[in-house]
């Protein structure tokens, strides 16, 4: 079993920033691949960044290739997303998944993942 719980959701302002926290307990952090999804009010939960294991694989969502950062630190068993000129549509419960499992090729598909965390939600409005 893995548990995770995320922090540092919050209101901010467009073009502010905002850095995200998963905190990982249970199992050998550093051999799971961890992402970040979000799902904003009526609609589908998203892939928003993932990173693998080992040799620290990203992949990003188009929607925030270039304003969002995902990292880890294995020592700390934990995995940050880093966000950067936050816009009114990145609004939404941000949720940390984890899996031992999953390929780079299927790092985007939330079915994959074993493991959530309970979300912590963010909010970007003037």
């Known amino acids: 079993q893995v548990q995770l719980v995320e922090s540092g959701g919050g209101l901010v302002q467009p073009g502010g920033s905002l850095r995200l926290s998963c905190a990982a307990s249970?199992?050998?952090?550093?051999?799971?691949?961890m992402a970040w999804f979000r799902q904003a009010p009526g609609k589908e939960r998203e892939f928003v960044a993932a990173i693998r294991w080992g040799f620290g694989v990203t992949k990003y969502a188009d929607s925030v290739k270039g304003r969002f950062t995902i990292s880890r630190d294995n020592a700390k068993a934990t995995v940050y997303l880093q966000m950067n000129s936050l816009k009114p549509e990145d609004t939404a419960v941000y949720y940390c998944?984890?899996?031992?499992?999953?390929?780079?090729?299927?790092?985007?598909?939330?079915?994959?993942?074993?493991?959530w965390g309970q979300g912590t939600q963010v909010t970007v409005s003037s």
């Open positions: 998944a984890a899996d031992s499992k999953v390929t780079i090729a299927t790092m985007p598909f939330s079915d994959d993942y074993d493991y």
């Open positions: 249970g199992r050998t952090f550093s051999s799971y691949t």
